[in-house]
């Protein structure tokens, strides 16, 4: 079969092939736990789902303009207000489907065939597909002297002259960590120094732990929203339990937004208003539901991390935000894929392999199931790893 180039350069998502191998198993009748997800389990705002229910009624389901309505719009502009306390206008906005998209249009809209966009490791799996899906060429390092913890130097060391931008993920999908207000102060100043495009990846932004509150990018930022080169993605799928609504957003300024609405125009239109209504629903009225997850989440946190610290050998670093665990699984396997591999079939738990992530040796492990599946998959991997030399 013809296919191109990039096709070729592809590699599938580890996380949904997992998704997918749970669902065989469980259909062929195994007691599978999968610790592997990436979504919360809590029901998603009722106002989402009663404003969804309003409009199916009506039966007015029509295209939205590209970019996403006013109102969605006006819910992002408060929510920057709120959470990110920025002034920002409707021209700054774009709503996608999903900060997926938010992601691939930003990179499609600055890169040029062969730029490099640079990311740390251990990154979210998307991000070196994204990058080649747009002709790039992904650029990650492992930080020199913390994983969790980026520094500046260890960005400074692989950006050169053809690095278009940066991608920060904080709090980081795998690592869970929240990465330092130092270096996030670093990265801005660092990046307009540059004048490169530095993307925040915010989508876990409020998920966070042990009291911390979450940082805004836009304090360190010293120019205007129309001269800065920071793009700023966000969404409802983590936050408000709404993954399966695919409505995330990118703010930035307004000529890159209407490049980015440019190339969405032509590819999907824009979200469905089905998504676009329940979205601002979820944003605008009572926020309760967030907080509800995130302190249901810290509670299962805690049991996740003291049952794993529990396993022989195992370093387990305390997850500042996100729902994963990335805890560093060496003394088992150097090779983390064999090693969820082995879980699979011995203990029936899905776990992702750290190598899908850009680091080998660790294991993902979500920690957003019921606090009885979280105990006994990890009962059952520190029984798997008993029999295993060390
Ligand atoms: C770091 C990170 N960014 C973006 C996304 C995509 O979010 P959405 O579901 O809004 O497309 C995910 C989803 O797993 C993620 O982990």
């Known amino acids: 079969m013809s296919i191109s180039q990039i096709a070729k350069s592809l590699t599938p998502s580890a996380t949904l092939k997992l998704n997918e191998k749970a669902a065989i198993l469980r259909q062929k009748g195994n007691p599978v736990i999968h610790l592997g997800g990436g979504e919360p389990i809590s029901q998603p705002s009722v106002f989402a789902i009663n404003a969804l229910q309003d409009l199916l009624k009506s039966g007015e389901i029509r295209y939205t303009p590209a970019g996403g309505t006013s109102q969605i719009k006006k819910a992002i502009v408060q929510y920057t207000h709120d959470y990110y306390q920025k002034e920002v206008h409707n021209n700054n906005i774009i709503a996608t489907i999903g900060a997926k998209q938010a992601l691939v249009l930003a990179l499609q809209s600055i890169i040029n065939p062969k730029d490099e966009v640079v990311f740390p490791a251990p990154y979210w799996v998307s991000y070196p597909e994204m990058v080649k899906i747009c002709g790039g060429i992904p650029k990650s390092m492992i930080p020199a002297n913390n994983v969790y913890h980026p520094v500046i130097a260890d960005i400074e060391n692989v950006v050169t002259s053809k690095t278009k931008t940066i991608i920060i993920n904080s709090p980081n999908n795998p690592s869970g960590a929240v990465y330092t207000e130092q270096f996030i102060e670093d990265i801005i100043a660092y990046c307009e120094k540059q004048d490169i495009y530095l993307i925040m990846d915010d989508i876990y932004q409020r998920l966070i732990y042990d009291g911390k509150t979450p940082i805004s990018s836009y304090k360190y930022v010293t120019k205007s929203i129309e001269d800065s080169k920071l793009i700023v993605i966000n969404g409802v799928s983590k ?41 601002v629903a979820a944003l605008t009225n009572d926020q309760s539901c967030v907080e509800n997850l995130r302190s249901a989440l810290e509670i299962k946190r805690d049991a996740l991390v003291s049952g794993l610290r529990k396993i022989n050998g195992v370093k387990v670093f305390k997850s500042e935000g996100t729902f994963y665990c990335f805890a560093d699984f060496s003394v088992y396997s150097k090779n983390s894929a064999e090693l969820a591999e082995y879980l699979i079939d011995t203990a029936q738990v899905i776990t992702v392999p750290g190598i899908a992530f850009g680091l080998d040796g660790f294991l993902r492990i979500s920690f957003c199931r019921d606090i009885d599946e979280i105990e006994e998959g990890v009962h059952r991997i520190k029984n798997a790893l008993s029999n295993k030399n060390i």
């Not at 993954?243 to 937004?257: C, D, E, M």
């Not at 590819?267 to 676009?276: F, G, K, Y």
Request: hydrophobic content about 45%; charged content about 15%; cysteine-free.
């Open 239 to 279: 936050q408000y339990a709404m993954t399966g609504f695919r409505l995330g957003w990118a703010v930035a300024n307004s000529k890159l937004i209407k490049v980015m609405s440019k190339f969405q125009a032509h590819q999907t239109t824009a979200p469905s208003i089905l998504s676009d209504k329940a979205a």
